[in-house]
Each structure stands twice: as structure tokens, then as C-alpha cells.
């Protein structure tokens, strides 16, 4: 179920006809959509929606956002003037705090309206935008699916008679890109999405549930707590998925390289070549590949320390700003007022701050830091424990480089080839009556064995840096995010102790969440 949702008059229409290819689907500048529409496109149900966020018809939200629970994936459709302040905190909810940025495609509409029209170096500006960079934050540009479109140019060019306008104006729609992004989008999330689509919606109905059953207790200071701790995650995430990024780049940018180098190897055997020759240049070829794969460590080294170096700045501004001075004083006045399991979350992290005896914390990292109440407080610790634990990664050793084992063999002009001391022996000789097309074939097969090697090679780097990533970042960032998730329930739990069952539904929502983030990872 492909689900379209976004501010009246974005366009959703015009693109809901623009795909199906049904031109009897009412399209204007006013509110066109009603109740939700169903649609067939290649055996995928599409469904448009009211628009959201529109005081004329505030009831258009509820069936939307029940369309969005509904969703295996999510386009949201906004103009080429993005987001105003509402629409933005709404488009967050389902995207960030909601975490359904990965199952969503953002569409940008109307980009006729632009200044230069709907090429690159518009959408370009578009994504740099502080309109859309605000939003989007704690994700990046291209850490999203985002596509840009004009639907108008696409359902004018099929009225079009001059073939040549015709096609410039499709051209302009964006039609094309929009097509493979989508298609690409839907096999790639088929299965995950599925499996997050049912939770989705029972987190819907624990939702419901919730405001039917009574509003929280009304404690601003909890609340800016909860708040405190939402910064704080979102920060982690940040963080975390930046380094994700980078350390990932590197080891593909690498393997790419490696491959690169096998086929340039490979190219070295031909029926012209000589022994010695190849030796020289075969061996100078795998020093490369080995030069590149030792780099890697410290590559990753300084780039890790980089972004840890970030992050924990960043953690110790959000500690230090107004709002969380603020905060610290009126909490720590009415400490004995506070609920427990209030009480439990400061009282841990207060004592992770003082207690010197646990060795987690330093003197000189907490060197001209005031003393008193600390928000910031990870799994019992602080952010510099983080810091101290992925750090611990120059251990986490590795020789991806042995990979490279040319074993196979390349036989030139009936010598055998040793490189590295390794021999390289081949299933037959060529001798001067062998016939040409033999040891063409010959020749073919140790060309195909040279780039298989470095092609190992290639792909056991990536395949440890996927590894890599999962025991050095995730595994020591990850408890962290989760104890601060643990937390944020733990508050919104408080607001409503007086009745058992917001409890059992905050429960089922706090698995409902932890199951939707393990689909994710």
C-alpha cells in the first residue's frame, strides 16, 4: 500500500494522475480530495488523501493520518515553497519521531514555480535550503529519499501535439526520475516495510487509546525532562548515523578502488606479454591493493575521532544552553516532590557524575564543569563514556588485505609466474603447438582469475565493514539511544500511574516502537 499524503494544493492529484494515467481524478488549486481514493498502478495499491493541515478542514487530518498508519510506504507531497512552521513539526512527527523517514519518499512539487525550473542545479538550492534542512534535521539531504517534480508539465505534455514541445515538457516533469526512484523504493523496502506496517498501526490505536482514556498529568518540568531527552537522542542519532555514513564510504570507496585494480591487473596478460614483465607489474599491482587496504585503518581511525569530537561537543552545548540550566535549577528544587521513578532516572545520573570510584567518569573531562545535577547522563555515565568506548576501535583489529591470495595461476609463454611467493600454477601449459584458440582461452581464463582475487579481495573489506560498523559503532552507541528511549518512556509512563491501564498501553506502545527500530537496524 503506497499511501500519498501532503498539504492541500501540493499537487498529490496531479501526480496521482500523472502515474495511474486515469485523467478523471479531480486536480485544482483548492482542496480537491475528500475521503481517501484507491488506485491500482503496476498491481500497487495507491491511495490519495485529503490534505493535511488546513483550517478549513481540520477533520481531513484524522482520516490522513489513518491512511499514514496504514502505509506500507509513505510519499509526502509539498510544494516548492516546503514547509511552513506547522507543516514542518507535523511532517517531523511521522518522520522523525515516528521513525518513518526510511519508508518515505519526500516529493517536492511544482518546481515550474522555481526560479531556473526543475533541473539539477535548482534542486540543488532546493535541498541546501534552510526550509528544508531545519525540518529534516537530524537527516541530511541525501540521507532521504527526495524527488523532484513538476505533474503539470508531464499531464500537459500528453495534450500536447508537437512532438518536440511534448517531449521537453515531460522531460521538465521530472516524470521519468520519479518512476525509477519510486520503483526502486518499492523493491528495495517491500519486506521491511510490510513488517512495520501492522505496528504502525496498532501504535495508531494505542495512541487513540490513550486520549480516550485521560490526558496526561499536566508537570511542565517532566515534560521539558522528556524534552531534554528527545535532544539528547536525536543527537545521538545524528551522530551515530553520520559516522555510519562516513566509515561506510570509505570501505566501498576502497573496495571500488581494488576492483579498479583488478581489472587494470588482469589487462596485463595477453598473448604479447613476458614473464618477467608480468611479475614486475603484477606484483607492483597487488602492493597497491595492499598499500590501500592498510590505509583503511587509519583512515577510519581519524574519521571516527573526527565525528566523536562532534558529537560530544555537541551533547556539552545542548548541557550547557539556557533551557537546560534552566531545567537543572527548578528540578533540583523540588527534587523530594518529584515522582520515584523520576527521582530514579536524576538520581542515577547524578550519582554516575560523583561517584569517582567507578572509573567511568575523568577529573580532567569534568575540569571546570559545575557540580551539581548532570541531564546528560547515558547509561549511567556521560557522553565522554561513549566517547572512551568507541574509541576503543583502534583493538578492534583487522588484516582484510590477506584476501589477496593470487592463487590461481597465469601461465605466460610456458613460464609459470610467482608473485609474492605465491606460485600461480595453471591446469595446462602452453607450448608452440598448442593451438591459438587454446591459449586464447587460456589466457581469457587467468585474466578472469587475476580480477576474481582482487574482486575477493574487494568484497571481503566491504563485508568487514559492515561488520565493522555493527561492533564498533552500533554496538557501543546503540545501549546509550536505548537507555535515553527507556527514560523518555519511563516519564511518559509517569503521567499516567494513576490508571493501570495507560500503563499496559504505553507498554505495548514502548514494544510497538523497540519492534519498528529492530525492523529498521
Known amino acids: ?81 516546503l514547509f511552513d512552521a506547522h507543516l514542518g513539526e507535523k511532517f517531523r512527527t511521522v518522520a522523525i519521531d515516528k521513525d518513518k523517514a526510511g519508508e518515505m519518499i519526500l516529493v517536492v512539487n511544482k518546481m515550474c514555480r522555481t526560479s531556473k525550473g526543475n533541473v539539477p542545479e535548482q534542486q540543488e538550492v532546493i535541498k541546501r535550503a534552510d526550509g528544508l534542512a531545519d525540518v529534516i534535521e537530524p537527516y541530511k539531504p541525501e540521507n532521504l529519499n527526495i524527488s523532484f517534480l513538476d505533474a503539470e508539465s508531464y499531464l500537459d505534455s500528453l495534450d500536447e501535439e508537437d512532438p518536440e514541445l511534448a517531449f521537453e515538457l515531460r522531460k521538465r516533469s521530472g516524470y521519468d526520475a520519479f518512476v525509477a526512484t519510486l520503483n526502486k523504493f518499492v523493491k528495495e523496502k517491500e519486506i521491511s516495510s510490510k513488517l512495520t506496517t501492522t505496528l504502525y498501526q ?39 548515523n553520520s ?18 585494480l583488478g581489472i587494470s591487473a588482469a589487462n596485463l596478460i595477453d598473448s604479447d606479454c613476458k614473464p618477467q614483465e608480468v611479475e614486475l607489474a603484477l606484483t607492483e599491482k597487488v602492493q597497491e591493493a595492499q598499500a590501500l587496504l592498510e590505509n583503511v585503518e587509519g583512515t577510519v581511525a581519524a574519521t571516527i575521532k573526527s ?35 523520576v527521582k530514579k532516572i536524576l538520581k ?20 571546570g564543569v559545575s557540580s551539581g545535577l548532570k541531564l546528560n547522563n547515558f547509561s549511567g555515565s556521560t557522553v565522554h563514556t561513549i566517547v572512551l568506548k568507541v574509541g576503543k576501535f583502534a583493538g578492534y583489529k583487522f588484516r582484510p588485505w590477506e584476501a589477496i591470495k593470487l592463487t590461481k595461476g597465469i601461465a605466460v609463454a610456458a613460464h609459470v609466474v610467482s608473485i609474492l611467493g605465491v606460485v600461480l ?22 585474466r578472469i582469475n587475476i580480477r576474481s582475487q582482487f574482486n575477493d579481495a574487494a568484497n571481503g573489506l566491504e563485508d568487514f565493514g559492515r561488520n565493522y560498523i555493527k561492533q564498533v559503532i552500533d554496538k ?46
Open 243 to 260: 559516522i555510519r555514513q562516513e566509515v561506510s564510504s570509505i570501505f566501498t570507496n576502497v573496495s571500488s578502488q581494488i576492483k579498479e
Open 307 to 341: 565525528k566523536l569530537d562532534e558529537l560530544s561537543l555537541a551533547i556539552e552545548t545542548l548541557e550547557g544552553s539556557e533551557f537546560s540550566r534552566e531545567l537543572k535549577v527548578r528540578l533540583e528544587g523540588r527534587m523530594n516532590s518529584l515522582p520515584d521513578n
Open 425 to 446: 600454477s595453471v591446469g595446462m601449459q602452453i607450448t608452440e603447438d598448442i593451438q591459438s584458440e587454446k591459449r586464447r582461452k587460456t589466457l581469457e581464463q587467468n
Open 202 to 240: 496498532m501504535d495508531a490505536e494505542i495512541a487513540k487509546a490513550l486520549e480516550h482514556i485521560g490526558s496526561c498529568q499536566n508537570d511542565l518540568d517532566i515534560k521539558a525532562l522528556e524534552e531534554n531527552f528527545k535532544q539528547q537522542r536525536f543527537l545521538l542519532m545524528e551522530g551515530r
Open 348 to 367: 542515577y545520573g547524578t550519582n554516575a557524575l560523583t561517584d569517582a570510584s567507578n572509573g567511568i567518569i575523568k577529573n580532567a573531562y569534568h575540569s
Open 476 to 521: 557501543n552507541i546503540n545501549p546509550s539511544i536505548q537507555e535515553i528511549d527507556e527514560n523518555i518512556r519511563d516519564l511518559q509512563m509517569n503521567a499516567q500511574l494513576h490508571n493501570e491501564n495507560h500503563q499496559k498501553l504505553l507498554q505495548l506502545q514502548g514494544d510497538c516502537i523497540s519492534l519498528i527500530q529492530e525492523v529498521h537496524q
Open 1 to 81: 500500500r503506497l499511501v500519498f499524503v501532503g498539504q492541500y494544493s501540493a499537487g498529490k492529484s496531479s501526480i496521482l494522475s500523472m502515474l495511474t494515467g486515469n485523467r478523471d481524478i479531480k486536480i485544482g488549486e483548492g482542496i480537491t480530495t475528500q475521503q481517501i481514493a484507491k488506485y491500482d498502478w503496476n498491481g500497487i495499491e495507491v491511495i490519495d488523501t485529503p490534505g493535511i493541515h488546513t483550517e478549513l478542514r481540520p477533520d481531513h487530518d484524522a482520516i490522513s493520518y489513518e491512511a499514514i498508519a496504514s502505509a506500507d510506504l509513505l510519499v509526502y507531497v509539498v510544494s516548492n515553497e
